[in-house]
């Protein structure tokens, strides 16, 4: 066994034996059991809540599948992508922090190797969550709401599947170029942010990620959106992060 | 000085380029944090199979140095080679005859000694049947055999042995270590010790220390480091004889007192030392003390029952290279 499948091979193990399992695939499966149910319930709440407070009336339509998976999709972009933030900025500052890198750094293994297989490793349990986090928030709704119309859900949840795998890369190479994770976060945090101001100005958002998270609400919705530069640019985006974390790796003392 | 220092390597002296017979080679290694100097135009050649002490006080550069020649940290200038690489060309199959370990080792809390071994082994490539071989006889030799608990869970010499463990994995031919034995109870620094003495003339081993005392039981060859340079390369005995700041002699005769007066005017004799009957006479010259001592206690009329050299301490050549240049 190489060195490189061996070191993705403690990366597996570490995954179901670490706190690292409950971070996305514990927050996306939760969120995926909860957003259904949430939905089912708002209006009870929200009659609830009005019959408490004398004269108030709030009418509420029966919510129905698609709102269910609406609701989960909001979820994904807001509490999975901070999720996916913190998880990613300790990618490879977490090895650092402990001392670990240094003992495998100074056995064959190249700092190239070390980054790719720390980010298929995170890359795989963020596909993981979020088929499951899909699986689990189909079948809750259809327990719920009864069978609704699940592509547009599915076509929404791999367009954000993208650019959630495209944050992950960025946050790896945050993880490798900042000295701690902290300050990854924040900037991870920062330039996601940025990404959704850029969702306002049409010319940016058409040709660039920022394009996705629009997307994402389009396909849920039905209605028809240009994809290719966004995907386009999602894909050479990630390439670039990754790139850019070896080349930040291997330039950093240990 | 202990057995293995009978077979004491010679020092190879400064070369141009990295030499084939050099284990560790440094040419004006200088690293610089800002503006602070932490190595400041090293140079060092380690012979192979040679057990080298690198000596310094806190601060003066001995991780700084072991960090650059594991490939961790670059030179802002100068060279380090190891097995006659240069460390910044150094690839996987350099890094494969290298064991290293850090001062503080990093593990991975939710393994087991025995699978962090074989993680280890595994990333060396070994066989299966080499691997299984190797990790009970290090496990056994770190004294960790049987033990089941994650490495979370470990005292940290328990940590330290498994890092001596893990550094052996592949059976290097140049072992690093860092303070190897600074975290270890006494029977722990013996079998770690025990360990590094037994692989003389098959790897060489370079680790850095404050514990003069390994230096003296195991090594054979040294350099003291002090601010980021290096103060002295020798074997210790010659470390003895060139820095010991003269040498003793311990003396004993009938009437003690009467010596002291007999000997103060000497111009060989530096100090003089008295603890009950026995003198201790720091002497700049010692063949001349040792011709001459006997017929200046025969003339002072006192009966002589005692006179041997007396050893000048690894420590106090240590101070004297180093407890001077202090702030």
Redesign the interface.
Same mark, same amino acid.
């Given at each position: 066994?190489?060195?490189f499948s061996?070191?993705l091979? %403690?990366e597996r193990r570490?995954t179901f034996?670490?706190w690292r399992l409950w971070i996305l695939p514990g927050i996306t499966l939760g969120l995926a059991l909860l957003s259904p149910v949430l939905t089912r319930l708002t209006p009870e709440l929200l009659r609830a809540t009005a019959n408490s407070q004398p004269g108030v009336v709030i009418h509420v339509p029966p919510p129905t599948a698609r709102d269910s998976y609406v609701q989960f999709m909001g979820n994904l972009d807001q509490l999975v992508i901070i999720a996916v933030i913190i998880a990613g900025a300790a990618t490879i500052a977490a090895e650092r922090r402990?001392?670990?890198?240094? !003992?495998? !750094?100074? %056995?064959?293994?190249?700092r190239a190797g070390f980054v790719v297989a720390k980010a298929i490793s995170q890359l795989a349990v963020l596909v993981c969550a979020t088929v499951l986090g899909v699986a689990v928030c189909i079948a809750t709704t259809v327990a719920l709401f009864g069978a609704g119309s699940i592509a547009p859900f599915v076509a929404a949840a791999a367009l954000w599947l993208a650019f959630a795998a495209m944050i992950l890369l960025l946050m790896v190479m945050l993880s490798a170029a900042m000295r701690s994770q902290a300050p990854a976060v924040g900037a991870g945090i920062g330039l996601w942010i940025g990404l959704l101001v850029f969702t306002g100005f049409p010319l940016i958002r058409d040709h660039s990620p920022a394009g996705i998270i629009a997307a994402n609400d389009a396909a849920l919705t039905g209605r028809d959106v240009a994809l290719l530069w966004p995907l386009v640019t999602t894909a050479i985006a990630g390439a670039v992060f990754l790139a850019a974390a070896i080349w930040f790796f291997r330039r950093r003392?240990? | 000085m202990n057995d293995a220092g009978a077979a004491a390597a010679v020092t190879v002296p400064p070369a141009p380029g990295p030499s084939a017979s050099a284990a560790v080679e440094l040419r004006g290694l200088t690293k610089l944090y800002g503006r602070k100097a932490a190595l400041d135009g090293v140079d060092l050649t380690v012979a192979s199979g040679a057990i080298f002490g690198f000596l310094g006080p806190n601060g003066a550069g001995k991780t700084t140095t072991l960090r650059i020649l594991a490939g961790l940290a670059r030179p802002t200038a100068g060279s380090a080679a190891v097995l006659g690489r240069d460390v910044l060309d150094a690839g996987n199959q350099i890094r494969s005859q290298i064991g290293f370990l850090p001062d503080v080792p990093g593990f991975y809390g939710w393994m087991t000694a025995a699978e962090f071994l074989r993680f280890a082994g595994g990333l060396f490539d070994l066989d299966d049947a080499t691997l299984r071989a190797r990790v009970a006889a290090l496990l056994e030799l770190a004294g960790l055999a049987g033990v089941e608990a994650r490495i979370g869970a470990f005292s940290r010499g328990m940590k330290q042995r498994l890092g001596v463990a893990q550094a052996l994995i592949n059976a290097p031919r140049l072992l690093l270590l860092d303070e190897p034995t600074s975290a270890l109870d006494p029977i722990g620094r013996k079998d770690v010790l025990d360990m590094i003495a037994a692989l003389a003339g098959r790897t060489t081993v370079f680790f850095s220390t404050h514990i003069l005392a390994d230096v003296e039981r195991v090594c054979d060859t040294v350099a003291v480091l002090d601010h980021g340079r290096v103060v002295a390369q020798d074997t210790i005995d010659g470390l003895k004889q060139r820095h010991g700041h003269g040498q003793r002699l311990l003396v004993e005769v009938d009437d003690p007192a009467r010596l002291v007066q007999a000997v103060a005017a000497l111009p060989w004799v530096a100090l003089v030392e008295r603890s009950g009957a026995t003198l201790r006479l720091t002497v700049s010259d010692l063949p001349t003390a040792e011709r001459a001592l006997p017929a200046v206690i025969a003339a002072a009329g006192l009966g002589l029952r005692r006179l041997e050299a007396d050893e000048v301490s690894l420590e106090e050549v240590f101070v004297e290279l180093v407890g001077e240049r202090r702030p």
């Open positions: 066994m190489s060195a061996t070191f091979g %403690k570490e034996r670490t402990a001392g670990t890198a240094v !003992l495998v !750094l100074t %056995k064959p293994i190249s003392e240990l | -």
